[in-house]
């Protein structure tokens, strides 16, 4: 048998919190092994237990969920952080995205989409709420003129050179999930699908330089 996706629930709500658990328990193949009511014992949790996924909330006590997302992608665990929240404003969805969780969903979210979220996030595919994806994909959309950040550069330059995400994750020292949410943003900006779309663009933009 397959073994179950292991999951950490942290929301500062205990009645949020014990209602997703509630939810999350009712289903067959997902096993919640427990829950925090902050970001900071979030992290320590994570790190002791190493589920394959944890669930933020966004605005917590002690250490907010963008916070605790960054510790966790730079921690030893490969947990896959999944902010679910009711927020999703642009600034709160960048500070997500650039801190590394693998998805944005949010809190009025039916019960099979998160669950179909939380096994996606563990199969490492990047998850966003319909609402959170358009405001991305928008905001990141430069029509006139596309600038690459150093690190997007840094991730694409890899993609240019036949490297998998998790050895580009190698070459930049940063986690897989990391650089997924970097390409993320190049997708957007270049308003691409694919990995190799996002080169021949970069290239035909001079964004990236042939052979380097």
């Not at 320590?44 to 997302?69: E, I, K, Y």
């Not at 096994?119 to 991305?136: C, H, S």
């Not at 995400?165 to 190698?170: A, S």
């Amino acid at each position: 048998m397959t073994a179950p996706i292991r999951v950490v629930v942290v929301d500062d709500h205990a009645v949020m919190r014990s209602g997703v658990i509630a939810l999350l328990a009712a289903e067959p193949g997902i096993e919640v092994v427990g829950e925090a009511a902050d970001g900071r014992e979030g992290v320590t949790l994570v790190a002791a237990l190493r589920p394959d996924v944890a669930l933020f909330d966004l605005r917590m006590p002690v250490l907010d969920g963008a916070s605790a997302t960054a510790e966790v992608i730079a921690g030893p665990a490969a947990t896959r952080v999944l902010i679910f929240t009711t927020y999703e404003t642009d600034a709160e969805i960048e500070r997500a995205v650039e801190a590394g969780a693998i998805g944005y969903i949010l809190k009025d979210t039916g019960r099979a989409q998160l669950v179909d979220a939380i096994r996606a996030a563990a199969r490492g595919e990047t998850v966003l709420a319909p609402r959170v994806a358009a405001r991305l994909m928008t905001r990141m959309r430069q029509p006139v003129q596309v600038a690459l950040t150093p690190r997007e550069h840094d991730v694409l330059s890899g993609v240019a050179d036949g490297l998998s995400n998790v050895d580009i994750g190698r070459r930049l020292l940063i986690g897989e999930a990391t650089v997924k949410t970097h390409l993320l943003r190049v997708f957007a900006k270049l308003d691409v699908s694919d990995r190799t779309a996002a080169v021949v663009v970069a290239l035909e933009r001079g964004l990236l330089k042939r052979g380097g």
